[in-house]
Nanobody, 114 residues
Framework: QVQVVESGGGLVQAGGSLRLSCAASGRIFSIKTMGWFRRAPGKQREMVASISSGGITNYADSVRGRFTISRVNAKNTIYLQMNSLKPEDTAVYYC????????WGQGTQVTVSS
């Protein structure tokens, strides 16, 4: 059993910042990649950012330069620092862990007001 728990969502004004955290625990043998997806109302789920066990990062064009993903391998934890937030960043943010099976968290709501 693997648990993936996100935290750090909330309500912020446009231009503000939030930091999301995701911690994986349980029967984890080897985590390869961890990442963040989001689903906005009425839209499809989209990849936001990912980070490999070696620290290689990947970002969606819509967040590159504003969001930063980081990872602490020893804690099976990743973070998403979100700066210069825009109303279009409003979504439920989900953490995913590949080890290599996929494990998803329950999601955390991020709301950016204009």
């Amino acid at each position: 059993q693997v648990q993936v728990v996100e935290s750090g969502g909330g309500l912020v004004q446009a231009g503000g910042s939030l930091r999301l955290s995701c911690a994986a625990s349980g029967r984890i043998f080897s985590i390869k990649t961890m990442g963040w997806f989001r689903r906005a109302p009425g839209k499809q789920r989209e990849m936001v950012a990912s980070i490999s066990s070696g620290g290689i990062t990947n970002y969606a064009d819509s967040v590159r330069g504003r969001f930063t993903i980081s990872r602490v391998n020893a804690k099976n934890t990743i973070y998403l620092q979100m700066n210069s937030l825009k109303p279009e960043d409003t979504a439920v943010y989900y953490c995913v862990v590949y080890s290599p099976a996929e494990y998803w968290g329950q999601g955390t709501q991020v709301t950016v007001s204009s």
